[in-house]
Antibody, heavy 119, light 107 residues
Framework: QITLKESGPTLVKPTQTLTLTCTFS?????????VGWIRQPPGKALEWLAV???????RYSPSLKSRLTITKDTSKNQVVLTMSNMDPVDTGTYYC????????????WGKGTTVTVSS | DIQMTQSPSSLSASVGDRVTITCRAS??????LNWYQQKPGKAPNLLIY???SLQSGVPSRFSGSGSGTDFTLTISSLQPEDFATYYC?????????FGQGTKVEIK
């Protein structure tokens, strides 16, 4: 059974860097598999942020690319997303999800973690 | 970036109704189109991938169709547990953009 769980601070100050960790089980980052990050501001739509694949291929949302870094620690079954220069508009729920190797769909999601950006 | 446009943004329907939601891509995405259901306070749940493949465990009243730029999600007979927001997503290229969502409400 595949599970993913997001962890990180619930409150960050403007200009700070957010670090979120996705800890997963039930799969390894093997051929074709990826882990993605998606966020959702309160009451708004889903926004795709980034994905990292088994071979360390990384893709980012162009609008946020300068602020995002995604890395993996295969030995710990973790994927880490950092977002720099946080702003109140970055407030929302952040999800990580397992990306299927064939169609790149997000077939298993974590429950999400809520991040508030406020001074 | 590929833009995904869903219509309608919201709809009201009754239990037992047939419901159709459409999603249009700004360029061809072949069959790399996925549908998700999201209930309030919960993570999204994958319903359909590859435009028409039903994810394991999803009821057969959900179906998807289309290819290229135009896609459809159909719920053949709406059930009480189907009232939720539905999102399409293209996984053809990065960034793997989502539509703006369609909220299905009780009539």
């Amino acid at each position: 059974q595949i599970t993913l769980k997001e962890s990180g601070p619930t409150l960050v100050k403007p200009t700070q860097t957010l670090t979120l960790t996705c800890t997963f089980s039930g799969f390894s980052l093997s051929f074709g598999v990826g882990v993605g990050w998606i966020r959702q501001p309160p009451g708004k739509a889903l926004e795709w942020l980034a994905v990292i694949y088994w071979d360390d291929d990384k893709r980012y949302s162009p609008s946020l690319k300068s602020r995002l870094t995604i890395t993996k620690d295969t030995s710990k079954n973790q994927v880490v997303l950092t977002m720099s220069n946080m702003d109140p508009v970055d407030t929302g729920t952040y999800y990580c999800a397992h990306s299927r190797y064939d169609w790149n769909c997000l077939d298993v999601w974590g429950k999400g973690t809520t991040v508030t950006v406020s001074s | 970036d590929i833009q995904m446009t869903q219509s309608p943004s919201s709809l009201s329907a009754s239990v037992g109704d047939r419901v159709t939601i459409t999603c249009r891509a700004s360029q061809s995405i072949s069959s790399y189109l996925n549908w998700y259901q999201q209930k309030p306070g919960k993570a999204p749940n994958l319903l359909i991938y590859a435009a028409s493949s039903l994810q394991s465990g999803v009821p057969s009243r959900f179906s998807g169709s289309g290819s290229g730029t135009d896609f459809t999600l159909t719920i053949s007979s709406l059930q009480p547990e189907d009232f939720a927001t539905y999102y399409c997503q293209q996984s053809y290229s990065s960034p793997r953009t989502f539509g703006q969502g369609t909220k299905v409400e009780i009539k």
